[in-house]
C-alpha cells in the first residue's frame, strides 16, 4: 500500500468509526438492540465503503464532515447485509471477521431485528444530514435505495441464490455481482461526488470507475476463497468451492479470473483519466481493491 493511501486510511478510519458509532449511541432503542448493532459494526472491517466516500471528496478538496456521516450509512447497510447474509436461513456461516457471527453471540431473532435496524437507520441518517441541500438529500436517499434494494443488492442476492447448482454464464455472473456487490460500491463513490459537486461529465466518469472496481473487487474476493486461508480472510475460506457456487475461477479458471482482474482494472484506470481533477488517491485504491489479501 502506497504511502499516500496508508495515510488517508490511518487518519479517517478513526474520524469514520467514531462519528458510526455515535449516529447508534444516540438513538432511543433497546440497550440489547443497541448492543446487537453496534457488536457487528465494531467487528472490524476495511471500511472500503465510506472511505471512497471520504476519498472522493478528498479529491475535490472538500470538506470530510458529510462524507463520514455518508459513509457510516453506507457501512450500515453493509453491515445489516453481512448479519443477514450469515443467518442459517442464508449462508449460515458461524465466523465473520474473525469473531462469532451476530447470530451466534445473540441469536437469530435478535440478529435479524438488529440487521432491520441498521438498514433503516442508514436511510434517517441521509434525511436529516447537515449542510447539504434539500435536493442533494433526496437524490442520497433514493439513490442508496435502488442500490440496496431489489434493484441492487438485495436483487443481486436473489441472482446469485438462483445461480446455486448451476454454472452461470460470464453474463449472468457480472450481472449477479454489478448489483450484489458493485451497486453498495457504486453508490459510495457517486454519493461523494454528490457531496462534493462534481460535474455530470466526472460523476459519469466516476460511476464508469465504480463499475469496474465492483467487478474487480468480487473477482479478487473469489480468487482469496480459493488461495487465501480463514485465518487471513476472517471468514471460513473454500465456502463457495463447498457449495459448487459459480465463480470467476470456476467459469474462467483461476489464471483466468486474475486476467480479468486486471482487465477491469485497466478499465477503472482509464475512467479516471477523463475525471478533471487529480485521482491519484483513487489511483492508489484500485491498486489496493485488487492486490488485498482479505
Do not use: W
Amino acid at each position: 500500500m502506497e504511502a499516500t493511501l496508508k495515510q488517508f486510511i490511518d487518519v479517517n478510519i478513526p474520524n469514520i468509526e467514531e462519528t458510526m458509532y455515535q449516529l447508534v449511541e444516540k438513538i432511543e432503542a433497546p440497550a440489547h438492540l443497541k448492543e446487537s448493532m453496534l457488536y457487528s459494526l465494531k467487528a472490524g472491517g476495511k471500511r472500503i465503503r465510506p472511505l471512497f466516500v471520504a476519498a472522493v471528496c478528498e479529491a475535490y478538496n472538500k470538506p470530510l464532515d458529510s462524507s463520514y456521516v455518508v459513509g457510516s450509512a453506507v457501512e450500515m447497510i453493509h453491515t445489516y447485509s453481512l448479519i443477514h447474509d450469515d443467518l442459517p436461513c442464508m449462508d449460515d456461516d458461524e465466523l465473520r471477521r474473525g469473531k462469532p457471527t451476530n447470530h451466534v453471540v445473540y441469536g437469530e431473532a435478535l440478529a435479524t431485528l438488529a440487521g432491520d435496524a441498521l438498514n433503516t437507520l442508514a436511510f434517517g441518517i441521509l434525511a436529516r444530514l447537515e449542510n447539504v441541500s434539500a435536493e442533494q438529500k433526496l437524490e442520497l436517499v433514493h439513490l442508496l435505495s435502488v442500490a440496496a434494494g431489489a434493484e441492487g443488492m438485495v436483487g443481486g442476492q436473489i441472482l446469485d441464490m438462483d445461480g446455486e447448482k448451476r454454472l452461470l454464464n460470464l453474463q449472468e455472473l457480472e450481472t449477479v455481482h454489478v448489483n450484489k456487490t458493485g451497486a453498495i460500491l457504486r453508490f459510495s463513490i457517486e454519493s461523494g461526488a454528490i457531496l462534493a459537486g462534481a460535474s455530470t461529465k466526472d460523476r459519469e466518469a466516476l460511476v464508469e470507475y465504480a463499475h469496474h472496481i465492483g467487478l474487480a473487487f468480487q473477482i479478487q474476493d473469489d480468487i482469496l476463497d480459493i488461495e487465501g486461508t480463514s485465518e487471513q480472510l476472517g471468514k471460513t475460506a473454500g465456502k463457495d468451492v463447498a457449495a459448487e457456487k459459480s465463480t470467476y475461477p470456476a467459469l474462467l479458471t483461476l489464471n483466468g479470473a486474475k486476467q480479468k482482474l486486471t482487465e477491469h482494472y485497466d478499465f477503472a484506470i482509464e475512467a479516471l483519466q477523463k475525471v478533471s481533477i487529480d485521482t491519484s488517491l483513487l489511483h492508489q485504491f484500485a491498486q489496493y481493491i485488487v492486490r488485498r489479501t482479505n
